[in-house]
């Protein structure tokens, strides 16, 4: 008979933690056990103010009544059911609210599971797309410098941010990348930056050297996040937009972080009045309370698959998870939680408040450039002679200790607190990184 291997409940080996330095969370681990509203709770009992929605996701706040009750109710009606050539009604009334609030031009969804999945799905069917109507050498793809579409093959290809792709060898073929919207003349910039839209003229050096009729997809965050709170200066996303129509490229917008309220419209699409041929969303639309992810896409995509006999399946391709009835209960509850509370015009409504607070920190000590849009927000640290990132990640470990949750990405502090958040609760966050950053070496 085998030996039962069961380490303890409380043994933290087995877990290996996600984009987490490992070794020195086990050491001194930071557990958190409960959320409500704007707080989360400790281990130990603290409460701690969410800065960061979770991770970019939770915008309607921790444990939304109508989300609770949506979830428990479908898990004790239909917990699975198969997405492959059957279906159930929720997911088909999620698809279509989305439809409802999404820009003009959508029409059709696609359900994943995560933003990576919708990623590696909009990728797949831009190129399925161009071969279904004969233009089979469209493969090349193109992303961006210092861009985060997710952490699979696809995504890491068309990603720019060099830590995701350094140790996994050969990736895609055929990608090339737009450089960063981040320039320094840029710094300490209110709301979209003024210089830089001349950048998106790259695009144009890449078709010459390829040629168009290489070239399937552009994806880009309109909001670069993960990567540091990267905007998009004025006219940059016009400028791409113009660009991909002339030659026929795809346009994605990965609003897997800008989606559902971020900018204060359901999306950045609407926010900066630009029309992508795709967008990828997740996070936000579960209120990160269940994975599920989504493409959004025109009818115009969708319609050039829905050929040949009826019989037979269009595009090859989906999860067993696509569409799964807990996670569609969860979106939809999710949904009527942003129109109930008016989220997405309260983030509008909140947003210079907040752009104001964060630029108070300007000469702080060590913060060498602010920056936001909406209720995103990003504090550059000047980094430690010899020891990048270490200074942000010891000011999320001192906030943290003062009962706020921040995040970091290089020397970059990234923030993005629930749609719901007060002004005293913006002005803690506020308050206890200038502290934080004033203590630290």
Not at 376 to 400: C, D, H, N, Q, V
Request: negative net charge.
């Amino acid at each position: 008979m085998a030996l039962d291997r069961t380490p303890p409940p409380n043994d933290l080996n087995a877990f290996w933690m996600p984009f987490t330095a490992n070794r020195q969370f086990k050491k001194a681990p930071r557990m958190f056990v409960a959320a409500e509203g704007m707080y989360y709770t400790t281990s130990d009992g603290r409460q701690v103010l969410d800065g960061t929605a979770g991770l970019w996701c939770c915008n309607a706040g921790h444990k939304r009544p109508r989300i609770v009750e949506a979830i428990q109710r479908q898990a004790a009606e239909l917990d699975y059911a198969p997405a492959f050539q059957m279906g159930h009604p929720l997911a088909f009334e999620l698809a279509n609210r989305l439809i409802g609030i999404a820009p003009e031009n959508m029409d059709h969804v696609f359900f994943a599971n995560s933003g990576s999945e919708s990623v590696e799905t909009a990728l797949k069917i831009a190129i399925a797309w161009h071969r279904a109507r004969g233009e089979g050498s469209r493969t090349r793809l193109i992303g961006r410098e210092r861009g985060y579409h997710g952490v699979n093959f696809g995504g890491i290809s068309v990603g720019g941010i060099v830590n995701n792709r350094r140790m996994f060898g050969s990736l895609l073929t055929g990608v090339d990348h737009l450089p960063n919207t981040h320039l320094p003349e840029n710094a300490w910039t209110k709301g979209q930056p003024a210089h830089g839209a001349h950048l998106a003229d790259e695009l144009e050096r890449i078709v010459a050297l390829h040629g168009a009729e290489t070239i399937a997809a552009c994806i880009v965050e309109p909001v670069a996040g993960s990567t540091g709170v990267l905007l998009p200066p004025k006219g940059y996303l016009e400028r791409l937009r113009e660009i991909c129509t002339r030659h026929g490229i795809l346009l994605i917008f990965d609003e897997v972080i800008t989606g559902f309220g971020r900018l204060g419209s359901p999306f950045a699409a609407q926010h900066m009045d630009v029309l992508p041929d795709m967008i990828t969303c997740a996070k936000g639309l579960t209120n990160g309370v269940i994975p599920m992810g989504a493409v959004l896409t025109t009818a115009e995509i969708h319609d050039a698959f829905m050929q040949g006999p009826e019989h037979l399946i269009e595009l090859f391709h989906g999860y067993t998870y696509s569409g799964n009835p807990i996670a569609s209960a969860a979106g939809i509850a999710t949904l009527e939680t942003y129109r109930e509370d008016a989220l997405f015009e309260r983030c509008a409504e909140i947003a210079p408040y907040w752009q104001e607070a964060l630029h108070s920190l300007k000469g702080t000590r060590h913060v060498i450039d602010i920056r936001n849009m909406g209720l995103i927000g990003a504090i550059e640290l000047e980094p430690l002679a010899g020891a990048p990132t270490k200074r942000a990640f010891s000011a999320f470990l001192e906030a943290y200790e003062k009962g706020v949750l921040i995040r970091t990405t290089g020397d970059i502090i990234a923030l993005s607190p629930p749609l719901i958040v007060e002004k005293p609760q913006i002005d803690r966050i506020v308050e206890t990184i200038g502290t934080v950053l004033t203590a630290l070496d």
